[in-house]
């Protein structure tokens, strides 16, 4: 089952990873850019069903990353 850390410490690496604001991030698992912010901060909380949706959708946005890492030159 997916928890709240997990999920955002998630977030923000994937977003860093693939040069994507967390507001874009956000939007893509929540539907609202700000919602990441918001449950730093406090100010919102998330259902679980809620949580569990934008996990499944993170962890297929991990699987088809586009960052691939970096061969060394031949």
């Given amino acids: 089952m997916a928890n709240v850390p997990d999920v955002i410490r998630r977030a923000r690496a994937y977003a860093e990873a693939n040069n994507r604001s967390i ?4 939007r893509l698992l929540f539907g609202n850019g700000n919602r990441i912010e918001e449950i730093e901060r406090g100010s919102s909380s998330v259902r679980v069903d809620i949580l569990q949706r934008a996990h499944e959708r993170l962890v297929s ?6 960052r691939q890492p970096k061969q060394a030159a031949a």
Avoid: A, L
């Fill in 61 to 66: 946005m991990e699987r088809g990353q586009k």
């Fill in 23 to 26: 507001s874009t991030v956000s």
